[in-house]
């Protein structure tokens, strides 16, 4: 079973203010984050210490742009953890970091240092997104990124930003289809979601930028991750983490402590009303699906539930929970 030991280094190394980031607002920590030598060994040993048994371990550094920090600092990090890669109770590293921060060089030597994994802050694969984000790079330094990381043999996770100033459902499943042909090794969705100290809640309280609303959010994150399921890429993450700094912090926007989950229950809502409406007169659902996916089957608050009785549906269906079925599995039985 794997383990990540995160390191937060917010907003190290990044040379833009992005008009929706407040890194301290979004990961709960302090900008600019020093990460020194005894901090990075302290976490890893705690967490080494109250997690034992797992066999793939990886150091992760977060928040902030690992490759754009000054090499002599990447080092100093990278050896600190070099101890426990030698001995054998980690096993790799993985760090977040910007498209236009990667060369050939960087990819080759993050490899040689155990780097496994390196996720891009992509956002957009439209130009006209990124530039009126003011995100500092192209969607063609993304591509380029993610192919010299793949071609040294790192995994590379993709994180993609749907609802920034110019996005449009096309736009954004242009994105989608370019971002499956790149073949990354992870997604990650966060829908834009405006908080303080960003120029996006000024824009926000200016009547400037409108935020994507719940619902819609919900729907182009499904919708998303249905494509990148057929691709057999996996969505490791919906939703921004939460966190209490984050909550109190949210302006506006598609911000839920559980917004995957509202958007896995969306997508059973849709499979079990499609599955209802093709009953005829008389007839009733059995639904077979694991134990562990009943609450998003019944949907928060059974709001799930709630709808498909709304729609006409009550008492024509039966929910049977099974241990013994994979999660995400599902057996329908007209009766």
Same mark, same amino acid.
């Given at each position: 079973m794997g383990l990540v030991i995160p390191i937060f280094i917010s907003h190290r190394g990044c040379p833009h203010q992005c008009l929706f980031c407040n890194q301290h607002a979004? =990961?709960?920590?302090?900008?600019? =984050?020093h990460a020194s030598n005894s901090a990075i060994t302290h976490t890893v040993e705690q967490w080494l210490a109250r997690s034992p048994g797992h066999t793939d371990v990886q150091v992760a550094f977060y928040g902030g742009s690992f490759t754009c920090i000054e090499q002599n600092?990447?080092?100093?990090?990278?050896?600190a953890v070099a101890p426990y890669i030698a001995d054998g109770s980690v096993q790799s590293i993985r760090m977040s970091t910007r498209p236009d921060c990667i060369s050939e060089d960087i990819a080759h030597w993050l490899k040689d240092m155990h780097v496994k994994t390196v996720e891009l802050g992509v956002q957009?694969?439209?130009?006209n997104v990124l530039q009126l984000s003011q995100r500092g790079h192209t969607a063609d330094d993304s591509r380029y990124a993610v192919r010299l990381l793949k071609q040294a043999g790192i995994q590379v996770g993709v994180q993609l930003l749907p609802g920034l100033?110019?996005?449009t459902t096309?736009?954004?499943?242009?994105?989608?289809?370019?971002?499956?042909?790149?073949?990354?090794?992870l997604i990650r969705? /966060?829908?834009a979601v405006v908080v303080e100290g960003s120029e996006l809640a000024n824009m926000y309280r200016q009547g400037i930028y409108t935020p994507l609303s719940m619902n819609r959010a919900i729907a182009l994150t499904r919708r998303a991750k249905k494509l990148f399921d057929a691709a057999a890429i996996p969505v490791v993450r919906m939703g921004l983490q939460p966190s209490e700094t984050l909550s109190q912090q949210v302006v506006a926007g598609p911000y839920h402590p559980a917004f995957g989950e509202l958007v896995t229950s969306r997508g059973w809502l849709r499979q079990i009303r499609q599955q209802l409406n093709r009953l005829?007169?008389?007839?009733?659902?059995?639904?077979?699906? =694991?134990?562990?996916d009943v609450s998003a089957v019944v949907g928060m608050k059974k709001m799930n539930l709630h709808r498909l009785e709304q729609l006409g549906f009550k008492d024509r269906f039966i929910i049977i929970p099974d241990?013994?079925?994979?999660?995400?599995?599902?057996? /329908?039985v007209v009766s």
């Open positions: 979004i =990961s709960g920590k302090e900008k600019g =984050s600092e990447q080092r100093r990090m990278l050896h957009s694969l439209s130009d100033p110019g996005d096309r736009s954004f499943f242009k994105t989608v289809r370019e971002a499956i042909k790149l073949q990354p090794d969705l /966060y829908p005829k007169v008389g007839e009733k659902l059995e639904l077979h699906i =694991s134990h562990r241990k013994n079925r994979a999660r995400g599995s599902r057996e /329908y």
